[in-house]
């Protein structure tokens, strides 16, 4: 089954995350992910069906959206055209325990939500007690400590 946009958003953090070493192109992370996510060769070479002469390969183009995604929110950077690497931002979300990936792209500022994990980070914040909240309810209980 193909991966939805976030679920590839989060692996291609992930991957950017454990391979810093250089930029990454979308068809460079196409295998790698593919193989993550053990797709077929059918899934992989799966199309919309459109009545156009080009070729849009599904995963292809979830890979181009998810990436744009992350880039709009500052998750990773583009150093040059097509290229893509992780940003210290997109660090402090990878190596933050507090809140899940999903979570945290769902949020209304994302800004604000990075500069409470790097102030977390620096010093010992008392988070409160687990239950279910909603996203924005936990970022203002963050602020008021």
Do not use: C, W
Not at 79 to 86: D, W
């Amino acid at each position: 089954m193909i991966p939805t946009i976030t679920e590839l958003e989060q692996s291609i953090l992930q991957f950017l995350y454990n391979h810093p070493d250089r930029p990454y192109s979308v068809p460079e992370m196409l295998l790698p992910l593919a193989n993550q996510f053990k797709l077929s060769y059918e899934e992989l070479k799966a199309e919309y069906n459109l009545q156009t002469s080009r070729h849009r390969y599904i995963f292809h183009d979830r890979i181009q959206k998810a990436t744009g995604h992350l880039l709009s929110v500052r998750l990773i950077e583009r150093p040059r055209r097509g290229y893509y690497v992780i940003s210290a931002d997109g660090r402090v979300l990878i190596e933050a325990p507090t809140l899940g990936f999903p979570v945290a792209l769902q949020l209304e500022s994302i800004g604000d939500f990075l500069q409470t994990l790097k102030r977390q980070s620096e010093e010992a914040v008392p988070l409160p007690p687990t239950r279910k909240r909603r996203p924005k309810r936990m970022i203002e209980e963050l602020k008021e400590q």
